[in-house]
């Protein structure tokens, strides 16, 4: 089982990107995926949590309105389109996968973790 993140690079504050995780290994289409992300020093926070129908999301307090979780189940992925970024943001994001399929934002709920992708904005 694994869970592949992309998408990750440098870019100025005001700017977009977009992350993808595919997911292989088993389907993921009953699990509750999500994004986290771990500055240096900080600890790993939940960003994003999206429900397995797509039909219910949650996202901290500090990127709603600018960030967007979304699913593709056909493809087994998960995508957080992050726009107007800020340094702020600057963190590595993983994307994780809870299988009992209620929205949570517990990283102990979370059982499959991809291998993180970095997030540098720069001001």
């Known amino acids: 089982v694994q869970l592949q993140a992309s998408g990750g690079g440098l870019v100025q504050a005001g700017g977009s990107l977009r992350l993808s995780c595919a997911a292989s290994?088993?389907?993921?289409?009953?699990?509750?995926l999500a994004w986290f992300r771990q500055a240096p020093g900080k600890e790993r926070e939940s960003v994003a949590v999206i429900s397995w129908s797509g039909g219910t999301g949650y996202y901290t307090d500090s990127v709603r309105g600018r960030f967007t979780i979304s699913r593709d189940n056909a493809k087994n992925t998960v995508y957080l389109q992050m726009n107007s970024l800020k340094p702020e943001d600057t963190a590595l994001y993983y994307c994780a996968a809870a299988p009992k399929g209620t929205i949570t934002s517990r990283l102990v709920d979370y059982e499959y973790w991809g291998q993180g992708t970095q997030v540098t904005v720069s001001s």
């Open positions: 290994g088993r389907t993921f289409v009953r699990d509750t």
